[in-house]
Each structure stands twice: as structure tokens, then as C-alpha cells.
T-cell receptor, first 113, second 112 residues
């Protein structure tokens, strides 16, 4: 158990809908990272927050947004969902803003039908 | 454009033998490399890392080798155990506030 929690575990929704994925980092960790893993793909970095502020952005679509709240949990919002958004979404946390050793949650599997 | 490549999608090894997982990278600016292990229905777990100032790092049964001139790293697992069966991801990063760049993973099966 990495100490990182993600909810929900599974999500099935229709095209055009909007969903929110939630992540709680390990106790004391200030950094939260979001990744997307599509079929047969590696982990694609989406966005990084440190202590409530956005620190880095990867290949995140404009339809996607994220935020980190004062209690350090983070939410990833996906809107106008398309079939291609079906993937595993992982959240990871680390103690420092540039820690390479990130601790991953179990992921949320999103299926868009 | 894949900056980190794991060209073998899968690998089967007998229990007790050596497992060698390979990873190539294209960007010579990468200076920190990591290996993660992932079991089904779980998130990736950090395994071992190496800085570009080293060419080898060892942790128990796991050793990572880095060949900067070839832009290649490898993970050796000796001896391999059935519990090592998982997907292994190679990742790379630059120093500073940059994200990890992951390969697509290699599925290792250790056969008893």
C-alpha cells in the first residue's frame, strides 16, 4: 500500500459527459502528479501540482483540468468525454517539488461508451 | 516520439535464472533513470534508480546498469522469483522540475 488513495476505482460513462477523479496523496506529501495510461501505452504525464500550485503541464487536453486543494487532495476533471479518453488514470505523490521517486495510487479505470 | 523505449513487450524467464530488462532513451539531457514495477490492479511501485554520474546501482537482487554512450540502461534481477512477475516500466528525467518520461513497459513472467 503506497498510501496514495484514488476514487473511484472504476467509472463507466457516456461520450460527452463530465467526470471527476479524486486523489489523496501520502500523508505529508505536497506534490501530486496525474498520469494517463491508455491501452498498450506507457504512462503519459498530464499535470503536476505542488502545495496547491500548478508546477508543470504535460500532454493534457484542454477538455481536462485539475486542481489541488488546501488539504492537498487533488481532482482531475475530464469533460466532453470521447471514446479515446478511456484509460487508466493514475495519481502519484512525492514529498518534494522535484522528487523523482513518486508513489502511485491504484488508479481509476475510466471507460467511455 | 518515444523518448524512452522498451522494445521488448514481454520476457519469460525460469525461476532462479537472471532476468534482464532493457531500456533505450534518445535524449542525452536525461540525467536520472528509474525502474518501476506494476502488478495488475495496482499502481506502479518504485524499484530502483540511477543517476547519470554512476554506471551501476545495486539493491539486493536488483541491479541497474547505465551506458550513457549507448543511451541504454538495463535492469538485472538475480535470482528471478515467481513474485517478480509484473510489468516493469523504465522512466527518465532531467534535473529540476520536469516530469518523468516513461517507456511502454515490459511484462516479465517468471516460470516456476
Amino acid at each position: 500500500d503506497s498510501g496514495v488513495t484514488q476514487t473511484p476505482k472504476h467509472l463507466i460513462t457516456a461520450t460527452g459527459q463530465r467526470v471527476t477523479l479524486r486523489c489523496s496523496p501520502r500523508s505529508g506529501d505536497l506534490s501530486v502528479y496525474w498520469y494517463q495510461q491508455s491501452l498498450d501505452q506507457g504512462l503519459q504525464f498530464l499535470i503536476h501540482y505542488y502545495n496547491g500550485e500548478e508546477r508543470a503541464k504535460g500532454n493534457i487536453l484542454e477538455r481536462f483540468s485539475a486542481q489541488q486543494f488546501p488539504d492537498l487532495h487533488s481532482e482531475l476533471n475530464l469533460s466532453s468525454l470521447e471514446l479515446g479518453d478511456s484509460a487508466l488514470y493514475f495519481c502519484a505523490s512525492s514529498a518534494r517539488p522535484t522528487s523523482f521517486e513518486q508513489y502511485f495510487g491504484p488508479g481509476t479505470r475510466l471507460t467511455v461508451t | 516520439d518515444q523518448q524512452v523505449k522498451q522494445n521488448s513487450p514481454s520476457l519469460s524467464v525460469q525461476e532462479g535464472r537472471i532476468s534482464i530488462l532493457n531500456c533505450d532513451y534518445t535524449n542525452s539531457m536525461f540525467d536520472y533513470f528509474l525502474w518501476y514495477k506494476k502488478y495488475p490492479a495496482e499502481g506502479p511501485t518504485f524499484l530502483i534508480s540511477i543517476s547519470s554520474i554512476k554506471d551501476k546501482n545495486e539493491d539486493g537482487r536488483f541491479t541497474v546498469f547505465l551506458n550513457k554512450s549507448a543511451k541504454h540502461l538495463s535492469l538485472h534481477i538475480v535470482p528471478s522469483q515467481p513474485g517478480d512477475s509484473a510489468v516493469y516500466f523504465c522512466a527518465a528525467s532531467f534535473s529540476g522540475n520536469t516530469p518523468l518520461v516513461f517507456g511502454k513497459g515490459t511484462r516479465l513472467s517468471v516460470i516456476a
